[in-house]
């Protein structure tokens, strides 16, 4: 299961200025994604990145069936059992990528106020949509949820530092919450596209970023550049995520025998 991103609103290298948000995981970039193994491959959204600059950013991939495969609607509806109704945070969420899920919880009581770097507007009265950062949630007050989604976001937001605040802010904002993000050790680097690039020393990496253009990225001009692209994306792994998250069970979602994505749920 994938959903929404967001980091530092640096400008795309290559580009000179930020790109233009585009939803639907919205496909910024404009690239179809391969890499999905299970069902709805061709389903994705891209990154939103969090920072006082906000840019568009290349996504890692959506499984539009994994809300149901990976239990967050069994959440869902033990709220539901509970209170009649559920109040869903999204950190990273667009509208597009919610109604292209409709099938799956449309017939469920539910309310979404999606946080992105921009608002968008909506006329459907179950969404809300608001500008925000992910790492700095202060205008919710604790538990104001009952639960917490988010979608490939927290490898965007930072470095350790920002990773902590970020997690930090949902476990404060919901008593539930279930958060993915792509395996530091799968094998495939979902950014880039290519294997093991992201276990090589770093002045391998902005070698090869200089040499080719890589998944989401254009070729690196200059090695400034291409550290910038690095930077855009920071994986955690296992341990990292239980230290992030250590009041959550974290799942793994597997392929080919390998955890090709983390998922803390509480």
């Known amino acids: 299961m994938r959903f929404f991103a967001i980091r530092q609103g640096l400008p795309r290298a290559g580009s000179g200025e930020p790109r233009a948000k585009r939803l639907g995981r919205a496909s910024i970039g404009g690239r179809n994604n391969r890499c999905e193994p299970r069902r709805g491959a061709g389903a994705r959204h891209e990154a939103q990145k969090w920072a006082e600059h906000p840019r568009s950013a290349p996504r890692t ?4 069936i994994g809300i149901a495969d990976l239990g967050f609607l069994s959440i869902v509806d033990e709220i539901i059992r509970t209170k009649g109704k559920c109040d869903i945070l999204d950190v990273g969420g667009t509208l597009a990528y919610w109604q292209g899920l409709e099938p799956f919880w449309r017939d469920r009581p539910v309310h979404f106020t999606l946080v992105n770097v921009e608002s968008e507007p909506t006329q459907d009265g179950r ?43 949902i476990r404060r904002l919901a008593p539930r919450y279930f958060v993915q993000t792509p395996n530091f050790w799968f094998p495939l680097e979902p950014h880039f596209r290519v294997p093991f690039i992201h276990w090589l020393p770093e002045p391998w990496r902005v070698s090869i970023l200089m040499r080719w253009a890589c998944g989401f990225h254009p070729r690196a001009r200059s090695a400034g550049e291409a550290r910038q692209m690095l930077d855009d994306a920071r994986l955690v792994d296992a341990r990292a995520m239980r230290e992030l998250f250590p009041d959550a069970v974290v799942e793994r979602e597997r392929f080919a025998g390998f955890t090709k994505s983390l998922i803390a749920v509480r």
Do not use: K, T
């Not at 991939?61 to 539009?64: A, E």
């Not at 790492?135 to 009952?146: I, K, P």
């Open 61 to 64: 991939p959506v499984n539009r």
């Open 127 to 169: 969404f809300r949509s608001i500008a925000g950062d992910g790492r700095a949630l202060d205008q919710f007050q604790d538990q104001s949820f009952d639960v917490v989604h988010s979608n490939s976001v927290i490898e965007h937001v930072g470095g350790w530092r920002e990773q902590w605040r970020m997690a930090r802010e």
